[in-house]
Nanobody, 119 residues
């Protein structure tokens, strides 16, 4: 079982920055892909940014150039640096990880952290 715990959410004015962090209970060595998703009220959960075990990153078009995903293998943490925040970035942000074990893919989610951007 993999446990993910997010931190770093909060309220910020438009144009400001926040840094989210996700603590992972296992070594990144056994994880295939990690990422951040978000869900705004009345909307579906969407991918924000992802990073593979090989270091390849992927970003939603709406956050490219503003958000940066990174990992710290020594600390087993994954961060999302969010700059130039906009009101439309307001959502609950979820940490995600998946791994393959015995040929089966397992998905894991954190409990979510609220990000609110005021105009």
């Amino acid at each position: 079982q993999v446990h993910l715990v997010e931190s770093g959410g909060g309220l910020v004015q438009a144009g400001g920055s926040l840094r989210l962090s996700c603590a992972v209970s296992i070594s990144f060595f056994s994880i295939n892909t990690m990422g951040w998703y978000r869900q705004a009220p009345g909307k579906q959960r969407e991918l924000v940014a992802a990073i593979t075990s090989g270091g390849t990153t992927n970003y939603a078009d709406s956050v490219k150039g503003r958000f940066t995903i990174s990992t710290d293998n020594a600390k087993n943490t994954m961060d999302l640096q969010m700059n130039s925040l906009k009101p439309e970035d307001t959502a609950v942000y979820y940490c995600y990880a998946d791994q393959y074990y015995g040929g089966i893919k397992y998905d894991y989610w954190g409990q979510g952290t609220q990000v609110a951007v005021s105009s």
